[in-house]
């Protein structure tokens, strides 16, 4: 498993940025393509995943509504778009992967061992 983050920058608050997480996954297990962020002095927390039989789509309840998570057709390419971006978005942004892990696990960060570097977002107020 590859994974490559990119597409942060710094945004005023209001403003949007997508990321992207370029991936080479070979398995034929299920998995999950997820998004955590980790902001200074604070723990890596969850933000959205995505599973890769059936698209079906999970939100931290912090950016539901907000931010939307998809998928190119080849799942090559896995998006962040995040809307309505607010100063406590501020963070490094990672995705990651998680292999054959279950859907009640699907916002545990242990669950998933395979990570891209991150890409810093930078909202200003």
């Known amino acids: 498993v590859q994974l490559q983050a990119s597409g942060g920058g710094l945004v005023q608050a209001g403003g949007s940025l997508r990321l992207s997480c370029a991936a080479s996954?070979?398995?034929?297990?299920?998995?999950?393509v997820g998004w955590f962020r980790q902001a200074p002095g604070k723990e890596r927390e969850f933000v959205a995943a995505?599973?890769?039989?059936?698209?079906?789509?999970y939100y931290a309840d912090s950016v539901k509504g907000r931010f939307t998570i998809s998928r190119d057709n080849a799942w090559s390419t896995v998006y962040l778009q995040m809307n309505s971006l607010q100063p406590e978005d501020t963070a490094v942004y990672y995705c990651?992967?998680?292999?054959?892990?279950?859907?009640?696990?699907?916002?545990?960060?242990?669950?998933?061992?395979?990570w891209g570097q991150g890409t810093q977002v930078t909202v200003s107020s």
């Open positions: 995505i599973k890769r039989r059936g698209g079906y789509t």
């Open positions: 990651a992967v998680a292999i054959g892990t279950i859907l009640s696990q699907v916002r545990v960060i242990t669950e998933y061992d395979n």
């Open positions: 996954i070979r398995t034929s297990n299920n998995y999950y």
